[in-house]
């Protein structure tokens, strides 16, 4: 089924809450809805896919056509005593996806709880939290292919993935609308808790289960991070940045505290882009409606009534310290429109 709004408030449709409007909103529930969305001649001209609006800002009205899926079929494919495959469609919400699996005692997504979004997302910027990466569970991405009018798969050593990075922000970007995730999940227990004090945490609430650990990171997440219902946000504001070994080597001989963590490739280690902002003086720091989060520096908030316009003046004001104090440029994560 499509549904379409024209000139839509989007203060629900993004996780800032900045008062925006787009001129159309498309709704699509099927992946073949697609085929008429886009027949020759009625294509929207100007698009783009939104999905829960968790890491977008928007800067001004959107005089396109916003593609929202709103699919939440969730089917399994495959299952036996080793894995369960599963497809889950654009729409579902992850964090309800994540609480499927972690009830059908399913590992893979469970340090992924409670990351704001959709699953036609989460290959988008490969999703990632305590040490895992939605690309660590993704099997196969079918898209729509807006070029060649055509539905399209891609298997994951296709879709390109990197820290916060894929084929959908680079090559298929403007051009691909994911409509399903195929997911491969292990059916015995493989828990990953080397990052910060999950094991502690895991274990002080009785013991490595699933159930313990999707717990344990949502209250993790929930002591941390603001509600962006209380507070506009989008989460990290800012990708940490990935810095040549000897930049990174420099910099901790100054900074003897500074966190420094490896990449997939030798030559280059991740800093923390929080700890840096921290370090340049700016966590709890406001003008005007936005701020720097009081307990999380790489979170830009919305206080109430700010315009994207001014969330990016503050995010172009903590890139130039950061710049100035550590010679570090720090890049947005979220799509600025
Ligand atoms: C409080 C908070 C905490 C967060 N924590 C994390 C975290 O721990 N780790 C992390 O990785 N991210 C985090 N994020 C960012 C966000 O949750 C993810 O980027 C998430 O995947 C966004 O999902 P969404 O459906 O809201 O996407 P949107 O914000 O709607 O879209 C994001 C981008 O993906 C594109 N897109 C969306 N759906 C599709 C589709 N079906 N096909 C093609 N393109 C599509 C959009 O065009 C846009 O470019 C956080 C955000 C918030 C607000």
Redo the contacts with the bound molecule.
């Keep these: 089924m499509i549904t379409t709004y024209t000139d839509h408030p989007l203060r629900e449709r993004n996780?800032f809450h900045v008062e925006e409007q787009a001129a159309r909103i498309i709704e699509f529930d099927a992946a073949a809805d697609l085929d008429a969305i886009f027949a020759v001649g009625s294509e929207p001209k100007e698009w783009?896919?939104?999905?829960?609006?968790?890491?977008?800002l928007f800067t001004r009205r959107f005089d396109g056509t916003l593609i929202h899926?709103v699919g939440k079929k969730i089917t399994v494919k495959c299952e036996d005593d080793n894995t369960l495959l599963v497809e889950a469609e654009?729409g579902v919400d992850?964090d309800e996806f994540v609480r499927w699996t972690v009830e059908r005692g399913a590992w893979g997504a469970e340090n992924l709880s409670l990351?704001?979004?959709?699953v036609?997302?989460?290959p988008?910027?490969n999703?990632?939290?305590y040490g895992a990466e939605a690309k660590d569970i993704i099997s196969v991405v079918h898209?729509y292919d807006t070029l060649l009018r055509e539905h399209r798969s891609l298997t994951k050593a296709e879709c390109r993935f990197a820290y916060?990075d894929s084929i959908?922000k680079g090559e298929l970007r403007g051009r691909?609308?994911?409509t399903s995730v195929e997911f491969c999940l292990g059916k015995s227990a493989k828990p990953l808790l080397h990052y910060g004090s999950l094991q502690a945490d895991v274990e002080a609430r009785g013991g490595v289960t699933l159930k313990n650990i999707r717990e344990v990171v949502c209250l993790t997440r929930q002591s941390k991070?603001p509600d962006?219902n209380v507070l506009g946000?989008?989460?990290?504001f800012f990708k940490n940045p990935i810095v040549p070994c000897a930049v990174a080597e420099e910099l901790q001989a100054k900074y003897e505290n500074m966190p420094i963590y490896p990449t997939s490739d030798d030559a280059h280690r991740k800093l923390a882009a929080g700890w840096l902002i921290d370090q340049s003086g700016l966590k709890g720091y406001r003008t005007g409606n936005v701020g720097v989060h009081d307990r999380q520096a790489l979170v830009l908030v919305n206080h109430g009534g700010a315009t994207g316009g001014e969330v990016m003046a503050l995010a172009r004001y903590v890139q130039a310290q950061v710049k100035e104090k550590f010679g570090i440029e720090i890049e947005p994560e979220v799509?600025i429109l």
Excluded: C, E, K
Excluded at 48 to 56: A, H, K, Q, S
Excluded at 115 to 118: A, L, M, Q, R
């Design positions: 996780s783009m896919v939104i999905g829960g609006g968790n890491n977008i899926p654009a992850w990351i704001p979004g959709t036609g997302a989460a988008v910027q999703i990632g939290a898209y916060r959908f691909a609308i994911i991070l962006t946000n989008a989460g990290s799509n």
